[in-house]
Nanobody, 115 residues
Framework: QVQLVESGGGLVQPGGSLRLSCTAS????????MGWYRQAPGKQRELVAS???????NFADSVKGRFTISRDNSKNTVYLQMNNLKFEDTAVYYC?????????WGQGTQVTVSS
């Protein structure tokens, strides 16, 4: 079945950086719009960043200027580069892929920003 597998999460100090990766299998990755969402304890899942199949990007206001999103269609992978991380970036980060009525999620990867 379709799989989205995230990696790259971990523990980082404030001001540090992490790069998340999400590799998709068993989908025609090129046609999918991809996104990264996050969910902190006690909060709703929120969109962090997205990239369309054409490469148009969108970011939550809280991460603009700090996070970038990119995709490598040859590797079926979408990336989230996170710089200048803050305590409030702590959350489980989920990868999402959408095309027409197809909507897939990864299992999530934990990002913890702590000193």
């Amino acid at each position: 079945q379709v799989q989205l597998v995230e990696s790259g999460g971990g523990l980082v100090q404030p001001g540090g950086s992490l790069r998340l990766s999400c590799t998709a299998s068993r989908i025609n990755f090129n046609v999918y719009d991809m996104g990264w969402y996050r969910q902190a304890p006690g909060k709703q899942r929120e969109l962090v960043a997205s990239i369309t199949r054409g490469g148009t990007t969108n970011f939550a206001d809280s991460v603009k200027g700090r996070f970038t999103i990119s995709r490598d269609n040859s590797k079926n992978t979408v990336y989230l580069q996170m710089n200048n991380l803050k305590f409030e970036d702590t959350a489980v980060y989920y990868c999402n892929g959408r095309w027409l009525r197809s909507d897939y999620w990864g299992q999530g990867t934990q990002v913890t920003v702590s000193s």
